[in-house]
């Protein structure tokens, strides 16, 4: 449920008539409702009853500053996977404290400033960073806490670059490795061992593949437990997928279900840390984008906008389906089909294919479900600046991120000398 709704003909964001936006912000623009943001985050929270447990809200998935701000205000964790992360949640005002560090490759930067910030824990992903992250403790004068992220080979079913979980994927440490990983951990005086993590992939849609790697860590924990080697959190990770077309995926009470449900199953009351991105910022966004020609083609006709694939990638990069609706719905007129396309010169630069509009030339158009991995994957190809966010509060909203200058593009880049 999310609150972009019509009321009359025209297109709202809570009770902000998404026109208005467009005239005051300009377009292409991001806007983002903060109750909706704010009912996603709640409903995680609430679905652990009593279970002790932490939402780390996957900064990647949108880093905008109010965003981080918004939710650490409601007493959520972070989970990173940059040094540049780690600077947006401490400029927001998030709790190092509460930020846990994922990620493949930590360069020895990130890791330094992750010790001297004081995050939770690092979640290792292999021998050799677990060495590394060891040796630089040792320079901090601290032990850092550290959990090893297990891949659980079991298939997450979705698109294979959504998919993290699989033994041939480069995320996590199988079992053997990791139980390895840990024997050592525990004989260091560098590093404190707090958890167990996995993370099998993103937008998922069905529960087993999560029931199997839930199974799958809590025996691991089991094993640990057998080494003599004391835990003090499971770390579930994120992935539950949301609705950009027909998905019908399992709600946040559903999903948390899952997890207290196996862990009553065997009397683990260890505290539960889930790292959900998409589900909380999914359906909390769109893009506002304005139509800047109608051209007729020889095998189909397009609706020209002034968003592109450099503004909003996944359609692009994934084949994904994003929802796009008329901002204001003409009372009259025929609806035809369009390929709704950016400037950008290239072909893969296409926000929908066959889509039934009844749009005219400076129309606007919203793109739903732009919340999650849309802002944040947006570039400047073709020297274009990305574009604003704009947060909706109520009856009023807020220039969260301004539009990019024309200056800031080429900021930093200097001509040889003559
Ligand atoms: C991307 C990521 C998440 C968030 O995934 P969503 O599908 O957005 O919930 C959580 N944890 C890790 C380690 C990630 O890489």
Redesign the pocket.
Known sequence: MDHFQYAGDALHAEQVPLAEIAARAGTPCYVYSRATIERHWRAFDEAFGGHPHRI?Y?V??NGNLAVINLLARLGSGF?I?SGGELRRVIAAGGDPGKTIF??VGKQDWEIREALAAGIACF?IESESEAGRVSALAAEHGRPAAISV?LNPDVDAKAHPY?S?GLRENK?GVDAARAAEIYRRAHADPNLRISGV?C?I????TDLAPYRDALRRVLDFADELAGLGIEIDHIDF?????VRYRDETPPTPAEYCEVITREMRARKKTLPVVI????????NAGVLLTRVLCIKRGAVSDFCVVDAGMNDLLRPALYQAYQEIVEVERRPRGEAAQYDVVGPVCESGDFLGKARRLNVRESDLLAVRTAG??AAVMSSNYNARPRPPEVIVDGGEFHLARERESLEDLHRGERVLPE
């Open positions: 780390c996957a990647k998935a989970d996977v994922s990620g979640n992220r959504l993290t995320f993590a993370h992939g993103s937008q998922l990770g994120g992935g539950l997928g790292e959900p991105g998409r589900a909380i910022l999914g999650a991995y």
